[in-house]
């Protein structure tokens, strides 16, 4: 898995970069098919009382790309909140791929079979 984790407006620590790799760990516990993740922290100063910090990741899987970004006043706040609407998003997917509840027509009985 490569991991890009770079920033705008704001340097990345790495104490930064050991937050976002160690939430980043329980992602992975999920669903290890995970080609590349890009992620970009953005630190947006519209005026002096309200500053900004997003969170943005770009997942990539075989398939599939999967964008989530969070906006909050605190940079680890949003990495919190970005990584739970992409463990979601991940479970979400992961299901859809391991979803094999439907009966195939061949097995269904005669009267179950829909009239053309």
Known sequence: MNLTISGHHIDVTPAIREYVQNKLERV???FDQVIDVSVILTVDNLTEKEKRQKAEINLR?????????????????????????LDRSVMKYKDKVQNHNHDSIKHLAESDIPAA
Not at 62 to 85: C, H, M, N, P, R
């Open 28 to 30: 992975k516990r999920h």
């Open 61 to 85: 899987m075989s398939g599939k790309t999967i964008f989530v970004e969070s906006v909050a006043q605190d940079l680890y706040a949003a990495i919190d909140t970005l990584i739970d609407k």
